[in-house]
């Protein structure tokens, strides 16, 4: 299975670097290339809410509120430490294997796939 952050594209397009979040392709990659492939691999592709991932804490589940600066992630209440984007990509994988892939079905409204 693949888990992923459903992003807010267009709230990234308007930041400094708005025409070059664009012209990247990562909309496209995102919303269907990565489901494409995944369907025809028979993989899972599954999109999860990105609020809180990098305030939460992988051990606990805790939130700790840090500002952009913080790199490295400290618990309070469990103890856990490490860097900041490492314990975000936990809490990802722990959204995503939490859900099933039903919830959004590989396939369903992809180009390039029969209906």
Known sequence: MIGVE???LIGLSRGMLGKHMLDAGLGQFLNQILPWVCFKRGKGYL???ARGTSQ?????GHAVKKT???RW???RH???SMPRDIASAIVIKQRAVGRTVQE???GDG????AA
């Open 68 to 70: 952009l600066s913080d």
């Open 6 to 8: 459903a992003l807010n």
């Open 110 to 113: 992809l180009a390039g796939v």
């Open 56 to 60: 939460e804490c992988p051990g606990c």
């Open 47 to 49: 999109e999860v809410n």
């Open 73 to 75: 992630y400290h618990c």
């Open 78 to 80: 469990c103890g856990s």
């Open 104 to 106: 959004k079905a590989c």
